[in-house]
Structure formats: C-alpha cells, structure tokens
C-alpha cells in the first residue's frame, strides 16, 4: 500500500499527516508532495520524517491511493494523472466534487456513495462537512423540509498563509502599530468580522462558499431540490467553523428528541447544558475529530422548526479527518483493489 500526500507542508496536508500517524494508517509507504518550493523539506511523520518531493510523471507511478489537499488547479490536472497512473485519489478541493461521476462522501453520511467511485472521490467543502454530520441523523429520522445556515468561519479554513495574516494584524493592533496591509481578505480580518468568504462571482448575490454549502448539502443528502440558504462569514478565530442552523422538518421533532437523537449519532458530541453556559465552542472544538452540537431549542417563530449552534474543526472533520477516514473505507471495502 503506497499512498501519496499531495499538498503535505500545507494546513490541511500537515494535519492529514499527523492523524494517519496517529491512526496507523495502513501504508507501507507515504510520500509527501508539494510545490519545488518545499523540495527537500522533512515534515514529521508518526516517528519518522518524510522528505518532501515536487511533483513530476516520473514520481507519481505505483501508487494506490492519492490524497490531495493543494488546490483546484493541482487537483484539475494531477488528480486524473494519479488515476490514470493506477491510483484512486482521495480529493479535498472543489475541483471535482459537483462532478455527477464523483462520489462526494462524508465518512459517516454516505459511505456506500464510495462504491460507484471511477478513480477520483471528492471531500466536501469544510463547512459542509460540519453541518452533514449534524444534519444527516435528522434528515434519516423525521425529513428536512427547509434548512438556514449562517456561518462563522476560522481563518485556516483559508490555509496557512490566513493563519499569519490574522497573527500579524492582531499583533499590530494589540501593539499599536501600524497594520500591515490585508494580503488574503479584502479587509482586515483581526477584531472584525467579514461577511464574504471566498468571491462574488459572475454578479451573484451569493459568495462561491455559501454556493458550495447549497449544492454540497444537496448533492450528500441526495436531495437535489431541498430549499437552503447559506450566509457564510469570516470571523477572527483560528481555528473552528461554527454554524447557526435552523431547521424545519416534514415530521415533527421536540429538542429533546433532537438531543436524543443527535447522541446516537455516529461522529457527534451533543454539549447542551446553556444554564451551566455549556455549549459548543470553536476552541473546544479544535484538535477534535468529532462535531459538536448544542442550544438546540424550538424556533418559536415557525412550525416544526428548530435551531441547533454546531462546531467542527475545520481542518480535522473539515478536511483532513474525512480524507483520511475515505481513504480507510476505500481499503476496508476492497475498492482500491477492485479497480486494478
Ligand atoms: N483549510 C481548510 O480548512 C480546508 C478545508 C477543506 C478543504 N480545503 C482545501 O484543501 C486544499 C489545501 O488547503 P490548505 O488550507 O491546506 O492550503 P495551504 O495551507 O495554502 O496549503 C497548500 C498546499 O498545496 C501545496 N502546493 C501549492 N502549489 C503546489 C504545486 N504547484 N505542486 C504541488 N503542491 C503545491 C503547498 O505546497 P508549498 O508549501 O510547497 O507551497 C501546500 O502544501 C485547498 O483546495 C482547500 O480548498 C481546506
């Protein structure tokens, strides 16, 4: 079993490699990718170092699985090239993901969706990943008629160099200097709080990422015309994307049959004691696997809706977690063999 890591000295790719070494994951050899930049780099891997490789036709043979976090443009051309070479790769851009012929699985959503798979898997996007896992139980148990989803997204869902953007702006603030000039965000992203992520495309109203939310949320439920609307915003935190969702179901659900539920639910930890301020939080949530969910309670407003705040890690569940949680399905289902 070889695998690649492709994008491994980035936000993502470090934390893939940290939760493979964690998990034993069942390589016999993983080789990192990057850019030429980091050509030569050691990166720690369990209690080895790996040695960071450009990527090139000749490096990419004999490999059986591939996981990518480095991009759309890397993924648009070296995703198929690793197919193509004899690997399933194991993908966390948006490059493939609304690709009819590409599974886009959530490791406890919608795994048999992995069995159809033709050489490239997709990873949803971050903030989806975060709201299926909540959603999904519900969605089974009683029907989702409506969803309304409004975000609150850390900084490194955008990759390391966000992370330094915000460490930096907050340090001038904090020290009284002179800010350095926003580089990542159109605005100053420390103590503020930016109602854009991602762009404005082609004259939409809405950002590519609350797009990304609505088609995602559709495509993994299997639910092509389910109403959502997504308002996604940039906040300074580190780490951690945290939702406001609200929900209306086809059948009634009471918070406590939600709670009791959500408890059951596989990848999930319900924190619900607000009296005793105990609720999700993005700093509880960062270096967990599991999603959080709390302050479920009934929207008094509507029939047969509730509100729920949910916490994910956005680069572990969000990202990394999922990658490597596809890349173990695809193995205990014998569906990299299967393709050879
Ligand atoms: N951050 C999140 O929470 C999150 C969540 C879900 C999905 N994603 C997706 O995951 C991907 C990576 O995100 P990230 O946050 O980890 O970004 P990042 O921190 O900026 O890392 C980017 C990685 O891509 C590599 N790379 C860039 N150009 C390359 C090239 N020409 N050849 C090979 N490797 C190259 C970089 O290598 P160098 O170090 O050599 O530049 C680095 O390893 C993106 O598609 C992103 O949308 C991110």
Known sequence: MRVAVVGATGAVGTTMLAIMGARNFPADEVVAFASERSAGRQLPFGQNTLTVEPLSEQAIAGFDLALFSAGSSISREWAPRFRDAGAVAVDNSSEWRMHDEVPLVVAEVNPEALDGHQGIVANPNCTAMVLLVALAPIERAVGIERLVVSTY??????????????RAQARAVLEGAELPAPEIYPHRIAFNVIPQVETF??????????????????????????PVSATCVRVPVFTGHSESVNIRTREPLSPEGCRDLLSEAPGLAVVDRPGDALYPLATDAAGQDEVLVGRIRTDESAERTLNLWVVGDNLRKGAATNTVQLGELLIERGLLSARA
């Not at 997204?153 to 992370?163: E, L, N, R, Y």
């Not at 495309?201 to 389910?226: A, C, M, N, S, W």
């Open 153 to 166: 997204q850390a900084v490194s869902g955008t990759g390391q160099k966000a992370v330094e953007e915000l």
């Open 201 to 226: 495309k082609d004259g939409d109203p809405y950002t590519t990422e609350e797009r990304k939310v609505i088609g995602e949320t559709r495509k993994i439920l299997g639910r092509p015309d389910l």
